[in-house]
């Protein structure tokens, strides 16, 4: 009997993230904010690379080709914009996070609204969280006394950066591994009627 070659793709779920990475100067004075923390015991503050995330989703890897054509076409679409990054904010939970605020999110979030419109067919029935307030994260996962250690201070220094977004960046990973580089996408700012004309399964 024949194997069905399809079914083991079908069913191997990846996790995806899409970002837009600052560039190296920038990402460098980030990444000297999260070495401060390191160096105070947050040791979780250096695993990953400044990023601002647009969107993580889950998908099976067999539909991974038309989610990448779609986000291909989104790209093509943008035209590159500025974004300013200006001190520090803070989520609190039981697992609280300090961050880089974006002081300009407008173009991040119309990429993540115009995204969710065109690519929700896609992603029907798959678990997927779009940005709401775009930020570079310093630190993850803090207790609430390890939050209310370091915020008195982080609360009141200053940061101020700007860069150009030419790209954003998919990454991809299986559940719980580490997540690597699957395509980069740069900001075109072609007509995006061009490509609304054209069928994306075709």
Known sequence: MKKDTNSKTEKTIFEYLLVINPDLARQILVQQCKQ?????????????????????????????????KKLRQLANGTTPFEIVLEDFGKFESSTSTVYVKVKTPEPILKIAERRKKEIRPLLKGMPKTYSKLPHVTIARGLTTEQLQKVWPKWSKETFEARFEAKEMVLLKRPLGGQYKTLEKLP????????????????
């Not at 647009?54 to 099976?60: A, D, G, R, V």
């Not at 700012?189 to 069928?199: A, D, F, I, S, V």
């Open 36 to 68: 401060e923390f390191k160096k105070n015991g947050f040791v979780n503050a250096t695993i990953t690379p400044p990023h601002i995330t647009i969107m993580n989703f889950l998908k099976h890897e067999s539909r991974e080709h038309l989610i990448v």
């Open 187 to 202: 900001f075109k700012g072609e007509n995006m009627n061009l490509y609304g004309q054209k069928n994306i399964f075709g």
